[in-house]
């Protein structure tokens, strides 16, 4: 059964950095695009980032480039979101999420499978 799992999220005072996983079981990812999407109380889900497994071509949102990275790892099956430079403003519940593709996307209709989320939180 596929699955995706996301862990790394918690409490960082804003400049902070946080790092997220998302674990991928029951498929293997190389056919797949990998996004992460956020979505804080009362707002709409936004694309964060998305990486084609295949050939490792990356997304991501202009208010976020320069701070947030993603890369994944084959062997072990798992995309990560490196979060630096962390602002309030960045607080919500982190997705991943997955579409058989090999074209990014920032519409997370376009995606099939997604993990639980993970919560992040900025505050002092």
């Known amino acids: 059964q596929l699955q995706l799992v996301e862990s790394g999220g918690g409490l960082v005072q804003p400049g902070g950095s946080l790092r997220l996983s998302c674990a991928a079981s029951?498929?293997?990812?190389?056919?797949?695009?990998i996004g992460w999407f956020r979505q804080a109380p009362g707002k709409e889900r936004e694309g964060v980032s998305c990486?084609?497994?295949?050939?490792?071509?990356?997304y991501y949102a202009d208010s976020l480039k320069g701070r947030f990275a993603i890369a994944r790892d084959n062997v072990k099956n798992t995309v990560y979101l490196q979060m630096n430079s962390l602002k309030p403003e960045d607080a919500a519940v982190y997705y991943c999420?997955?579409?058989?593709?090999?074209?990014?996307?920032?519409?997370?209709?376009?995606?099939?499978?997604w993990g639980r989320g993970t919560q992040v939180t900025v505050s002092s």
């Open positions: 990486i084609v497994i295949k050939d490792g071509s990356t």
């Open positions: 999420a997955a579409e058989r593709s090999t074209k990014c996307s920032d519409y997370p209709y376009n995606y099939d499978y």
């Open positions: 029951g498929f293997t990812l190389d056919d797949y695009v």
